[in-house]
T-cell receptor, first 111, second 115 residues
Framework: TQLLEQSPQFLSIQEGENLTVYCNSS?????LQWYRQEPGEGPVLLVT?????EVKKLKRLTFQFGDARKDSSLHITAAQPGDTGLYLC???????????FGAGTILRVKS | DAGVTQSPTHLIKTRGQHVTLRCSPI?????VSWYQQVLGQGPQFIFQ???????GRGNFPDRFSARQFPNYSSELNVNALLLGDSALYLC??????????????FGEGSWLTVV
């Protein structure tokens, strides 16, 4: 059983569409991070959220941390083929010192 | 500046053999962590080292061991390889201990195939 459940597992959309990826847990996290990983490379950090209810924007990407710090979402507006990749959520549990990852969401944006 | 570098990038081993994977952190970073990423899954935490001391260990058998050297580089060793050890092994470095507000940076990983 994954501590962080990501959904959907796979998403294939057309260029210009919007999408949301979810990351849920029954546990409280002191912080949550979102990474993007391309084939043959390591994950690259997109954002870290630490405060319940926090919203961060990175160009067309909007990240939200749930009020109870148990869930997070990533919303992409007007997706582009360059957004294609594996999106991973990860977090540090309260009083924990190891980064826990979700299984990831594979996003494919078709032109 | 160079990022996190890992070697080898790809290797094939036979069941029962031993493997050593190497990682050089970003210059100035004193913390190194190792993760295993099986195809189709997210990375799983194996070890964290900070200032040459083990700071955390994931749920992996004793066949997995690691160490950090005085220059902060690190090795991950896996003994008695099993087919299920086939995975991408990622090294990550950060200036200080993880979960202390430091961003961690991943290398490109070492692809291990056990046949």
């Amino acid at each position: 059983t994954q501590l962080l459940e990501q959904s959907p597992q796979f998403l294939s959309i057309q260029e210009g569409e919007n999408l949301t990826v979810y990351c849920n847990s029954s546990s409280v996290f002191s912080s949550l991070q979102w990474y993007r990983q391309e084939p043959g490379e390591g994950p690259v950090l997109l954002v870290t959220v630490v405060t319940g209810g926090e919203v961060k924007k990175l160009k067309r990407l909007t990240f939200q941390f749930g009020d109870a710090r148990k869930d997070s979402s990533l919303h992409i507006t007007a997706a582009q083929p360059g957004d294609t990749g594996l999106y991973l959520c990860a977090g540090y549990m309260e009083y924990g010192n190891k980064l826990v990852f979700g299984a990831g969401t594979i996003l494919r944006v078709k032109s | 500046d160079a990022g996190v570098t890992q070697s080898p990038t790809h290797l094939i081993k036979t069941r029962g053999q031993h493997v050593t994977l190497r990682c050089s952190p970003i210059s100035g970073h004193k913390s190194v962590s190792w993760y295993q990423q099986v195809l189709g899954q997210g990375p799983q935490f194996i070890f964290q080292y900070y200032e040459k001391e083990e700071r955390g260990r994931g749920n992996f058998p004793d066949r997995f061991s690691a160490r950090q050297f005085p220059n902060y580089s690190s090795e991950l060793n896996v003994n008695a390889l099993l087919l299920g050890d086939s995975a991408l092994y990622l090294c990550a470095s950060s200036p200080g201990p993880e979960n202390s507000g430091n961003t961690i940076y991943f290398g490109e990983g070492s692809w291990l195939t056990v046949v």
